[in-house]
Nanobody
Framework: QVQLVESGGGLVQPGGSLRLSCAAS????????IFWYRQAPGKGCESIVS???????SGVNSVKGRFTGSRDNNKSTAYLQMNNLKPEDTAVYYC????????????WGQGTQVTVSS
């Protein structure tokens, strides 16, 4: 059974940092690219950072230079390091592995809430 469980969210002030984790099980983690998504209040799902099987990472313009993806294949876990957080980063964050979860992030469960506010 494929499982991807996000954690590490919370309330942080603007300019602060958080590191999210995505713990995977039920599939061969090292063979899959990982994608981080987010859904801000009232908006759709947005893919923001990708992590290749070998650890290469890229992000959309709105997070470039602030968010970095990484992975530890030995632990079947991916990470999203978020620095210089802004109020517009407030969202529920999710991870996926090459579409294994299917559908949109709205159907993936709780995710992890990140709230950036002073």
């Amino acid at each position: 059974q494929v499982q991807l469980v996000e954690s590490g969210g919370g309330l942080v002030q603007p300019g602060g940092s958080l590191r999210l984790s995505c713990a995977a099980s039920g599939f061969t983690f090292s063979l899959y690219d990982i994608f981080w998504y987010r859904q801000a209040p009232g908006k759709g799902c947005e893919s923001i950072v990708s992590i290749t099987t070998t650890g290469g990472t890229s992000g959309v313009n709105s997070v470039k230079g602030r968010f970095t993806g990484s992975r530890d294949n030995n632990k079947s876990t991916a990470y999203l390091q978020m620095n210089n957080l802004k109020p517009e980063d407030t969202a529920v964050y999710y991870c996926d592995a090459n579409g294994l979860r299917g559908g949109s992030c709205r159907s993936w469960g709780q995710g992890t809430q990140v709230t950036v506010s002073s």
